[in-house]
């Protein structure tokens, strides 16, 4: 689900029944795989990555590697007709990132379609947009997306070049948020920050060395929270596109946190807002 905003410029029903899941059934063959995804498709692993996508009615799935205990702890039956190979663990830890926990499910599908920012903001102040300037490490993205759905963010935004592609690894920090939260993908940052404020957004960026806390920041309205990569943190022209900058209350025993604990915890804090 990702959007170039800037290209605008230039279950399966869910429901333990109870019953084991279905589908053609091969071997794979002489238990090998590539460990690279066919041309065009994105390689998912995990139960949570795995079943998300399965139930995710915008993804198209090419097929599914499996072990009998990996495809009976998923939720719900598989199309009849669906493409598993049943394979062994071993088999498995071969067409996936090294050392990665498979869970007995690797799931070869279509990358999500890409979409645009204003298919997003509904301006709803319950719902904060999540911004991250140059965040690269796939488990960060991951692990913000899958705070942002828990605190019901709108979207989270990247600029495309500067931001982890759709993967296995993404997906698998995500633990399903990667089917379920907006992900717009943008050639130009700042650009994007101006779309969000005509849209009615307050931008808050996150900088240890601001002087306001973001509880004393925070406003009324729809806010979008502008997180940057961990040391550099935002650059000069995404700060200078914001309308506020504002630090998390932290000890000062600590220099700062991890931008995925930085990122829960202002999604915290935009959720519980008086």
Not at 233 to 260: F, T, W
Request: hydrophobic share 40%; with cysteine.
């Amino acid at each position: 689900m990702t959007n170039r905003s800037d290209r605008q410029e230039g279950d399966r029903e869910g429901g333990r029944s109870g019953k084991a899941l279905r589908g053609r059934a091969g071997r794979m063959k002489n238990g090998r795989g590539s460990g690279r995804a066919s041309t065009g498709m994105v390689r998912l692993w995990g139960r949570h990555a795995v079943e998300a996508a399965l139930k995710n009615p915008n993804r198209s799935h090419r097929k599914l590697w499996a072990t009998r205990e990996g495809v009976e702890s998923l939720d719900g039956e598989l199309p009849a007709d669906f493409p598993v190979e049943w394979a062994q663990p071993a088999d498995l830890a071969r067409l996936v990132a090294r050392d990665a926990p498979h869970q007995g499910l690797v799931l070869e599908c279509a990358p999500l379609d890409d979409i645009f920012i204003d298919d997003v903001l509904d301006g709803d102040p319950s719902r904060p947009v999540v911004v991250l300037d140059q965040v690269t490490d796939p488990h960060n993205v991951g692990a913000i997306m899958r705070s942002a759905a828990a605190f019901n963010a709108c979207a989270i935004v990247t600029q495309d070049r500067h931001a982890p592609p759709e993967s296995g690894t993404l997906a698998k920090s995500a633990s399903g948020a990667l089917e379920v939260l907006p992900w717009v993908r943008v050639v130009n940052l700042a650009r994007a920050l101006e779309e969000i404020a005509e849209a009615g957004y307050w931008r808050i960026g996150l900088d240890g060395g601001a002087q306001s806390t973001l509880g004393e920041a925070l406003p009324a309205g729809p806010v979008a929270l502008v997180l940057g990569a961990e040391g550099d943190g935002m650059r000069h022209n995404i700060a200078q596109h914001c309308d506020s900058v504002a630090k998390l209350p932290i000890s000062d025993a600590m220099e700062s946190l991890n931008v995925s604990n930085a990122a829960a915890i202002a999604l915290y804090a935009a959720a519980t807002r008086g």
